[in-house]
């Protein structure tokens, strides 16, 4: 049997707001920073909140877990007495840098159904919140715009949680992080085959934009950078391999979305960016040595769940504080975007997009060979983008 919603019930009496969090999407540092700082700072400002357990499953209906909502405070001594009154209760007092988050479900595909946004919906409102706050990617902006046209007396906004940081004129939080020890691992690699005379091809997250692997790539002063949107004549790859056959050691970093189409024909089993990358390369003349081997590494998404940099847990207290603050004003529909220390603010939710372009001045960091072909083609594709 299905447990009993509590929410629709305040469960302490000096709250006179009652905000609901929903984190959903892929996963990324920073998803405990943003849940710390909002439960902090609402409760100071009379929100009483509660978040999906399961992210948008939990409001349509289709959770896997038992418990859909839970009961977030700072304070220990309330989620243990909340907890024996049979209201599930988490205490966010020591979460700020935890790695991961409990509160959120993968890709839910189904949501972008009418019939189950009209769901969560009805869900919202008979529970009687004020205040709806969805934490995650371009994803999960789009479910929170969605279900803010069924809401209408409902104040809504989103805070922006990804390692891609695919939202216009805002840095996510976890995007800083996410490139850092990218860089460090893909520095290891450089390292590594400086010494041992290898050439490393490093697949690094970047499905659409590739900024991440740009980022990370580029601060570890990779060789090479192969992003999501490029598409190689045979004779660039040609140039590449002959270049690389001239050199003793390199580091390469291909973003996970290069070729991503081509390579879901390598089926049953698909092969990831790196290898075929790889594999290009050895059918355009790259030859592999006893002296100097070709290392294809599939990126390890662990970075996915490690602990946010610091100053991205102010950045994400920074953007709370922001909200609530647009919140109290009278302010729906917003996000806080940060993009420096004199730059932050909230925008409306007409004025958000999914941004997948990289900075054209940094595409000038992909190829530290001056291959010309290769130079060439990265020259008409800045153009592009600007």
């Known amino acids: ?26 996963n990324a540092p920073g998803y405990s920073a943003v849940a710390t700082s909002l439960t902090e700072e609402g409760d100071k400002r009379g ?8 992210g948008f499953r939990s409001l349509t209906g289709d959770n896997i877990s038992d418990e859909r909502l839970i009961r977030l405070v700072m304070s220990r001594r309330q989620s243990f007495k909340l907890n024996s009154q049979g209201i599930p209760t988490r205490s966010m007092y020591r979460a700020i840098d935890r790695p991961g988050s409990e509160f959120r479900s993968e890709r839910y595909p189904d949501f972008a159904s009418e019939q189950k946004q009209n769901t969560a919906a ?38 922006n949680v990804s390692i891609d940081s695919d939202i216009l004129g805002d840095i996510a939080v976890g995007y800083l992080t996410g490139a850092e020890e990218g860089a460090k691992i893909a520095r290891s690699l450089f390292d590594d085959a400086f010494t041992h005379k290898r050439i490393y091809i490093l697949e690094m997250m970047g499905r659409d934009s590739g900024k991440h692997a740009l980022m990370a790539g580029a601060s570890a002063r990779a060789h090479l950078i192969i992003l999501p949107g490029f598409k190689f004549s ?17 580091l390469i970093v291909v973003a996970e979305g290069y070729e991503r189409k081509a390579r879901a024909n390598f089926l049953p089993e698909r092969i990831d960016a790196a290898m075929h990358f ?13 002296t100097k081997r070709v290392i294809s590494e599939p990126f390890s998404r662990y970075l996915r769940g490690i602990r946010p940099l610091y100053i991205e847990c102010s ?10 603050d647009a919140f109290d004003g009278g302010e729906t529909q917003i996000m806080p975007y940060y993009l420096g220390e ?3 603010g909230v925008r409306h939710f007409d004025d958000l997009g999914t941004n ?20 060439s083609y990265i020259s008409l594709q800045a153009q592009e983008d600007m």
Do not use: C, W
């Not at 929100?47 to 399961?54: L, P, V």
């Open 1 to 26: 049997m299905e447990k009993p919603i509590f929410a629709g019930i305040s469960t302490m009496s000096h709250y006179n707001k009652k905000l609901l969090l929903v984190f959903d999407g892929g």
């Open 47 to 54: 929100y009483e909140i509660f978040t999906a357990f399961e």
């Open 122 to 159: 009805e869900f919202i409102n008979e529970l009687g919140f004020t205040h709806l706050i969805g934490v995650g990617g371009n994803g999960t902006m789009m479910g929170i715009k969605a279900l803010d046209a069924m809401l209408p007396n409902v104040q809504t906004g989103f805070i």
């Open 234 to 250: 045979n004779n660039i790859l040609g140039d590449i391999a002959k270049r690389l056959n001239e050199t003793d050691h390199a």
């Open 278 to 290: 790889k594999n290009q390369m050895m059918e355009h003349g790259l030859v592999e040595t006893k």
């Open 315 to 324: 950045i994400a207290y920074l953007k709370a504080f922001i909200l609530y």
């Open 342 to 344: 004199h730059d932050s």
């Open 356 to 375: 997948n372009r990289v900075e054209p001045r940094f595409l000038d960091l992909i190829d530290r060979y001056k291959i010309p072909g290769l130079r």
